[in-house]
């Protein structure tokens, strides 16, 4: 058969694709803006949703400028969003988890290849061949690259779609699809429980989190921060004690008394001074990436047995025992609600870290 017979049959097996409004960066300096592009129509497996509340999380912020081009190269346009929270308009005929007009949610992740040990452990976010990110990924489907959640509508594949309880607030619940389980999941792998002291490190989008988690798990929260303006908010959030970490007698006091501390700051800071307050068999574990690497001392480690971890997000199995517990203590993220057009003064607005705790975009504002 020649190769223009062909053509018909390979063209017929194209995915139908529809338009979607977005808002999308179009190169590292432009800025986002308004924008369409086309998303795929429903496979028997997937599931359509209206965008309802996109969190904004700070990694939008990098990627969008093109700062992880070193490790993770921004492809344009750009649509961020990992944070989503939406109503289902359309299921696939195989869909099972799923009807028209559920709230259901999507994080970081849309696929994996869902065969190596990690993935079959419910481990996807750790998926040997590399997960397929909700933007910036490749399209296994479509081709080119995936775009994320500053938009009305995406499809997504069931498997990686999530129930959102009636008893959730949408808008409150779309940050914790990353900054919840980034700090939900380290909690509980380590299992944190009632008698236990904890730190957390720093107040902003993880860190409020993590205060909130510890204390449903039951622990004795510290909350370490450089401001002390942050004291009362931490209390309210469930810190039973404040420490300001560049007070020397402050920091002493608490040495070798720590059974865990989550350490969420992204910026450069010393690790060995955290390290220090670590008991016996203690365990220190970093969500927050600072830029350059951070030097740690051996006898820190080896002086009481401590352990330095990493932890990224969660499975999908752990993300939805996230969003149950959630619903279940009546736990949510502390957002600020805006528009979408203001989308590149929250940008500014991150890198003074002026927000209390959270931006979530009301999606309505696209349309």
Same mark, same amino acid.
């Given at each position: 058969?020649?190769?223009?017979?062909?053509?018909?049959?390979?063209?017929?097996?194209?995915?139908?694709?529809?338009?979607?409004?977005?808002?999308?960066?179009?190169?590292?300096?432009?800025?986002?803006?308004?924008?369409?592009?086309?998303?795929?129509?429903?496979?028997?497996?997937?599931?359509?949703?209206?965008?309802?509340?996109?969190?904004?999380?700070?990694?939008?912020?990098?990627?969008?400028?093109?700062?992880?081009?070193?490790?993770?190269?921004?492809?344009?346009?750009?649509?961020?969003?990992?944070?989503?929270?939406?109503?289902?308009?359309?299921?696939?005929?195989?869909?099972?988890?799923?009807?028209?007009?559920?709230?259901?949610?999507?994080?970081?992740?849309?696929?994996? /290849?869902?065969?190596?040990?990690?993935?079959?452990?419910?481990?996807?976010?750790?998926?040997?061949?590399?997960?397929?990110?909700?933007?910036?990924?490749?399209?296994?489907?479509?081709?080119?690259?995936?775009?994320?959640?500053?938009?009305?509508?995406?499809?997504?594949?069931?498997?990686?779609?999530?129930?959102?309880?009636?008893?959730? /607030?949408?808008?409150?619940?779309?940050?914790?699809?990353?900054?919840?389980?980034?700090?939900?999941?380290?909690?509980?792998?380590?299992?944190?429980?009632?008698?236990?002291?904890?730190?957390?490190?720093?107040?902003?989008?993880?860190?409020?989190?993590?205060?909130?988690?510890?204390?449903?798990?039951?622990?004795?929260?510290?909350?370490?921060?450089?401001?002390?303006?942050?004291?009362?908010?931490?209390?309210?959030?469930?810190?039973?004690?404040?420490?300001?970490?560049?007070?020397?007698?402050?920091?002493?006091?608490?040495?070798?008394?720590?059974?865990?501390?989550?350490?969420?700051?992204?910026?450069?800071?010393?690790?060995?001074?955290?390290?220090?307050?670590?008991?016996?068999?203690?365990?220190?574990?970093?969500?927050?990436?600072?830029?350059?690497?951070?030097?740690?001392?051996?006898?820190?480690?080896?002086?009481?047995?401590?352990?330095?971890?990493?932890?990224?997000?969660?499975?999908?199995?752990?993300?939805?025992?996230?969003?149950?517990?959630?619903?279940?203590?009546?736990?949510?993220?502390?957002?600020?609600?805006?528009?979408?057009?203001?989308?590149?003064?929250?940008?500014?607005?991150?890198?003074?870290?002026?927000?209390?705790?959270?931006?979530?975009?009301?999606?309505?504002?696209?349309?």
């Amino acid at each position: 058969m020649t190769e223009a017979a062909q053509q018909p049959a390979r063209e017929s097996h194209k995915p139908q694709t529809f338009a979607s409004k977005v808002f999308a960066a179009q190169s590292p300096s432009s800025g986002l803006a308004s924008h369409t592009i086309r998303r795929r129509s429903p496979r028997p497996q997937d599931v359509q949703i209206e965008i309802l509340y996109c969190g904004v999380c700070h990694s939008d912020l990098h990627q969008v400028r093109n700062e992880w081009q070193s490790v993770m190269p921004t492809v344009y346009p750009c649509v961020p969003g990992h944070e989503i929270v939406g109503r289902v308009v359309k299921v696939g005929s195989a869909v099972k988890k799923f009807r028209e007009g559920d709230i259901a949610a999507v994080g970081c992740m849309v696929d994996s /290849d869902r065969e190596c040990a990690n993935c079959r452990a419910g481990e996807e976010q750790y998926c040997e061949k590399f997960p397929t990110l909700t933007y910036n990924g490749q399209d296994k489907i479509l081709g080119g690259v995936t775009y994320g959640g500053y938009s009305e509508s995406m499809v997504v594949d069931e498997a990686f779609v999530l129930r959102v309880s009636n008893n959730l /607030d949408p808008a409150g619940t779309a940050p914790l699809l990353c900054a919840g389980i980034t700090t939900y999941s380290p909690l509980r792998h380590w299992k944190v429980r009632k008698g236990q002291k904890v730190g957390i490190v720093g107040l902003g989008g993880l860190g409020h989190m993590g205060v909130k988690f510890a204390k449903a798990f039951g622990a004795n929260v510290v909350l370490f921060t450089t401001s002390p303006n942050k004291t009362a908010d931490a209390i309210r959030l469930g810190a039973d004690e404040v420490v300001i970490s560049r007070n020397a007698a402050e920091m002493n006091k608490h040495a070798g008394s720590f059974d865990f501390i989550l350490d969420a700051v992204s910026a450069e800071h010393d690790l060995n001074a955290y390290l220090q307050l670590l008991k016996l068999n203690g365990v220190m574990t970093l969500v927050g990436a600072p830029e350059k690497p951070s030097p740690v001392s051996s006898f820190n480690l080896i002086m009481g047995r401590r352990s330095l971890a990493g932890s990224a997000i969660g499975g999908i199995r752990e993300t939805q025992e996230m969003l149950d517990f959630c619903a279940e203590k009546g736990i949510s993220a502390d957002i600020e609600l805006i528009p979408i057009q203001k989308i590149n003064e929250a940008y500014e607005r991150l890198l003074k870290s002026d927000v209390k705790y959270r931006f979530v975009i009301d999606m309505a504002s696209l349309k």
